[in-house]
């Protein structure tokens, strides 16, 4: 059974860093490509950055390009998303993705076969 669990969410000051993990589980998942969502209370669950299987592709959302890293660790199963410079505007519930049908440069949800329970980032003014 594939699985996916995110964690290092918390409450942060502006202007600070957090360092979300995505552990799975599974044989395959090294041969995904993996991305990290957002969702907002009242918003549509966003695209924040992708990853390739190898990890030397990645993409990012115009909105926190030049401030988050994605980046994997295929001998631990894990992804992260190392974020600096926070906004309140990033606050939200963070989910991590991966499957067989998505790239690093996939946006859309629907692409994505695997899910976490998503961890909670909250960003203080």
């Known amino acids: 059974q594939e699985q996916l669990v995110e964690s290092g969410g918390g409450l942060v000051q502006a202007a600070g860093s957090l360092r979300l993990s995505c552990a799975a589980s599974?044989?395959?998942?090294?041969?995904?490509?993996m991305g990290w969502f957002r969702q907002a209370p009242g918003k549509e669950r966003e695209f924040v950055a992708g990853i390739s299987w190898t990890g030397r592709n990645t993409y990012y959302s115009d909105s926190v390009k030049g401030r988050f890293t994605i980046s994997r660790d295929n001998a631990k199963n894990t992804v992260y998303l190392q974020m600096n410079s926070l906004k309140p505007e990033d606050t939200a519930v963070y989910y991590c993705?991966?499957?067989?049908?998505?790239?690093?440069?996939?946006?859309?949800?629907?692409?994505?076969?695997?899910w976490g329970q998503g961890t909670q980032v909250t960003v203080s003014s």
């Open positions: 993705a991966g499957g067989p049908r998505a790239l690093s440069s996939t946006t859309s949800t629907s692409l994505y076969d695997y």
């Open positions: 599974g044989r395959t998942f090294s041969r995904y490509a």
